[in-house]
């Protein structure tokens, strides 16, 4: 069974990996959605958070450890146009997020650091990952740092903090080594949901006293 979206040119940035692929994400993540919502099912696992909402789709679960079926097709499709939209209207604010990121790592001693909570911060880290190999970056040029450490990645080999500084990503790490360090050459994104954590919160207040752009 073969999906071959036809959509046309898509720019390359980076890399051939890094190409404006989202089509075939988005067919890749519907598929794997509705995969492992049926395993899960078959399995007798309801995926429901304390809210009631179902985990993977966000939808109400109709009736207490029951869902009637997995999420439809359109309904996650609709998902990804509205995050989509979201982001073309606040298309300013990310291009100054951007422009930002883009005069730090320009400076010989500038630094991108993401900090934040939960899967938001997540993605921060997997972004500064990706800077070493992709783009050449130095491994302290742009560092993620996460409410919860390596307790979050829930990881097999559990904290590895100790293994080096490229490994220290808790709110604490960033506090000892990073918060009296930072300076105007530095930028600072903050990577959050609605509200902040207590943790988060405290360290935003400490860094809005430092001379680092903030976003």
Same mark, same amino acid.
């Given at each position: ?76 499709? %609709? =998902? ?6 979201? &982001?073309?209207?606040? *298309?300013?604010?990310?291009?100054? /997020? $951007?422009? !930002? ?68 990503? %808790? =709110? ?6 990073? &918060?009296?360090?930072? *300076?105007?050459?530095?930028?600072? /994104? $903050?990577? !959050? ?23």
């Amino acid at each position: 069974f073969v999906l071959n979206p036809v959509v046309g040119p898509e720019p390359i940035t980076g890399s051939t990996r890094m190409k404006g692929g989202s089509a075939t994400k988005i067919l890749l993540e519907i598929v794997f959605l509705q995969a492992i919502e049926r395993a899960l099912q078959s399995c007798g696992i309801d995926i429901r958070s304390a809210s009631g909402n179902d985990e993977l789709s966000g939808e109400p679960v109709a009736k207490k450890g029951k869902r009637s079926s997995p999420p439809s097709t359109a309904n996650a499709v %609709s =998902l990804y146009r509205e995050a989509s939209e979201s &982001v073309y209207r606040s *298309s300013l604010q990310v291009a100054g /997020v $951007l422009q !930002s990121a883009a005069q730090s790592i320009a400076q010989p001693d500038g630094h991108l650091y993401y900090l934040g909570s939960d899967s938001f911060a997540l993605l921060g880290l997997v972004d500064a990952s990706e800077m070493v190999d992709t783009f050449g970056a130095a491994r302290d040029e742009v560092r993620g740092f996460v409410d919860g450490g390596w307790h979050i990645c829930a990881n097999n080999q559990g904290d590895l903090s100790s293994a080096g500084k490229a490994f220290r990503m %808790s =709110l604490d790490h960033f506090n000892e080594d990073i &918060v009296d360090t930072l *300076s105007a050459n530095d930028t600072v /994104v $903050l990577l !959050s949901g609605d509200s902040l954590t207590e943790s988060v919160s405290g360290m935003w207040n400490k860094i809005v006293k430092s001379p680092a752009a903030l976003a």
